[in-house]
């Protein structure tokens, strides 16, 4: 399994290299768009597993409701979905991702990077 530091550290550089939101032409925020996009969830999704009906419902969602088929493929990445610590950090990668300005990414990340002690 992917630590809490290899988690950030390999999100963080997805991020800050794409520069760009991951989302349909509606505005919603998607794991993986057409263009080749990743959101920061999505970006920890090993290529072979990625399935568009995994598409839909974010991650916090699956704090009380354990099972799905997005915290599986998680899993099955190397994300350990059953690990509180883990899990507050992905939904607060996925919140920085959805709602977080694009220019304030770096101060943002590195932030939550202090707060989850994984820098």
Known sequence: MLSAREIYERVR???LTQRAV???ENG???LRCGDGRKCAIGSLIRDDLYCPDIE???LAYYRHAHDGALPRVLYASGVDVY???IVALLTELEELHDNGHIDEWPQLL????QRHAVI
Do not use: I, P, Q
């Open 56 to 58: 839909g419902v974010g």
């Open 13 to 15: 550089d997805h991020l």
């Open 110 to 113: 590195a932030a939550l990077g």
């Open 22 to 24: 991951s989302e349909d």
């Open 83 to 85: 690990d509180e610590r």
């Open 28 to 30: 919603s925020c998607r």
